[in-house]
């Protein structure tokens, strides 16, 4: 009985922790966030690993964004994908095809929305300082929905610059997705055209509107 009530009360313990934000964690990102919300856009190239443990696979691709607001221009190499805050055109060059949607603004992962990682930590998450090296500080961010399709979003952000060095998003049904940023640029100032597929640069494209 003894044993078991230890047991329960370690339990305890580690949920506990867990549901409060560290205030370390949470200081570095509102800087993180405030530098990144403050500057005209966000550049970055990345290379993007998926890798799923029930399936035994690991796929890896590299690729490039500029994030400006909820506005983001996502370039892959079988893909690419505008967002201008409202209407999404994913253009697959294989194919010749682009098709329109209106994506689920509550969802927050990164295809769907990356400018969320500046901003996820700010509500329905706790975060937590795992690890402050000498050039960067691992970040993890536990979700308060226990029926959360994760189980948790990591950041690593640099030392002194506040740059997004590297980003994880772990699901539980085995999948990892994991980001590492290559190349990070706040000076750049976007045209409203970055963000919105030009039908007249793509001609004979089919065009699917699923609207």
Known sequence: MKRLLAIITLIAASISLFSQNDPEAVRILDNFSAKATK???VSMKFTLETVDQVEGTNNSITGSAILSKD???????????????????????DVEEVTITKPDRNDDSFMTRPSAIFSVYKKDYNARLLEERTSSCLIDLYPDDINSDHVRI?????????????????????ITVMLKVTGYDLTLQPADSEFVFEQAKYKGVEI???R
């Open 208 to 210: 699917i509107d699923m």
């Open 71 to 93: 506005r983001y221009r996502i370039e892959l190499p079988e893909n690419i994908i505008w967002y201008n805050g409202e209407t999404s055109w994913s253009y697959l060059p």
């Open 39 to 41: 500057a005209p856009s």
């Open 154 to 174: 990591r950041l690593e952000i640099g030392k002194p610059r506040l740059d997004l060095k590297g980003l994880e998003y772990k699901y539980k049904n085995g």
